[in-house]
């Protein structure tokens, strides 16, 4: 069997997780993989086939999403263009984690296409939402941003029958948490000038601040800015005495089942964000929805008062893998499309 792992290439979550499943996915056949997007600075431990532009968000400087430079940037023409060019009629299943341009390809080829990705549990309604707001707008992008005939979402729990908990990789599974005075701080949606003149002022406090605007290691006042590394930031996330970071997927679930104390602010603009630092606001993780003037309070505040909280998420990589290619069966079979390769 020969299939197609697409990624969306806005953040490091997606990779991070593709690359955990890796291992085991390709026991079920050639996988070649595919990414789309530019805000993205892992490696990948497999080569990537096919490097598309897609769509890529723009931030300023303060966290939010800057939907006009989005705009802006978007090329319309070449989006379609390579949705019409990616042969994925080579292929007999499409796994994609919430990237647009091989969704619709396989959607319009008839080839069975599953979305196996985090925003795939919001296509549930029992799945936790920000309280009393329900953008619609928002949920309907998340429904049809990447189109697929069936889904295997993740989340904190396991919320419908076809969400699972998180993947987390091995080396945090593994690993043995001990707890050192820094606090890790991820950030990538706001510029490295305002997080610096934020977390310089406190001084007691060691940070290590990872940063797509860093190329090398450089020591400022109480602060260690470091480069994004797969390899760094888990040495860092496992010693830490606490992180604080954009509410994205993959880091709270790692936090939280290392034990880690947890301070969320999700990327303004960004529904999906607001929903995960709800639902781990719940678990025990604190939030910061806004970073306004009093921002630098908030943060002091939630130092002072920092409460780790362990979530034990288990290792379940067959069980997922399994019910997706059971619903890839049922798909072709509706289909009437054979495995060809």
């Not at 989006?79 to 990616?86: H, Y």
């Not at 910061?288 to 130092?303: C, H, P, S, V």
Request: hydrophobic share 40%.
């Amino acid at each position: 069997m020969k299939i197609l792992y697409s990624i969306q290439g806005t953040g490091n979550g997606h990779i991070s997780r593709a690359a955990s499943i890796y291992p085991y996915l390709i026991q079920y056949g050639e996988v070649d993989y595919l990414i789309s997007g530019n805000n993205h600075s892992l490696q990948t431990p497999f080569e990537i086939k096919y490097r598309l532009s897609g769509v890529s968000f723009q931030y300023n400087h303060r966290g939010g999403i800057d939907y006009l430079a989005t705009l802006r940037q978007l090329n319309m023409v070449k989006f379609l263009g390579e949705i019409d060019k990616l042969p994925v009629e080579n292929y007999d299943l499409v796994i994609n984690d919430f990237e647009p341009i091989s969704a619709r390809a396989a959607m319009r080829k008839s080839i069975p296409c599953i979305a196996m990705s985090h925003q795939a549990s919001f296509l549930s309604a029992k799945t936790p939402l920000l309280s009393g707001s329900r953008d619609f707008l928002a949920i309907n992008i998340l429904k049809k941003f990447a189109p697929a005939h069936d889904r295997i979402g993740f989340h904190f729990d396991r919320y419908d029958d076809f969400i699972y908990t998180p993947v987390i990789k091995d080396l945090i599974r593994h690993a043995t948490p001990v707890t050192r005075d820094h606090i890790t701080v991820y950030l990538p949606s706001f510029s490295l000038f305002y997080i610096r003149n934020i977390f310089s002022t406190l001084t007691n406090i060691p940070f290590e601040i990872f940063h797509p605007e860093v190329s090398e290691a450089i020591r400022f006042k109480n602060i260690t800015f470091l480069p994004v590394s797969q390899d760094g930031f888990n040495q860092s996330l496992i010693s830490c005495s606490g992180v604080i970071s954009n509410a994205g997927f993959e880091i709270p679930s790692e936090a939280f089942f290392l034990g880690k104390a947890m301070l969320l602010i999700p990327v303004r603009g960004q529904y999906e964000q607001a929903c995960n630092a709800a639902a781990a606001e719940r678990l025990g993780a604190r939030v910061i929805y806004k970073a306004g003037e009093n921002f630098r309070k908030q943060i002091l505040e939630w130092i002072d008062s920092r409460r780790a909280v362990r979530l034990d998420f288990p290792f379940h990589y067959r069980e997922f893998l399994d019910d997706c290619f059971e619903k890839a069966d049922r798909i072709r079979s509706v289909l009437k499309v054979p495995v060809r390769y």
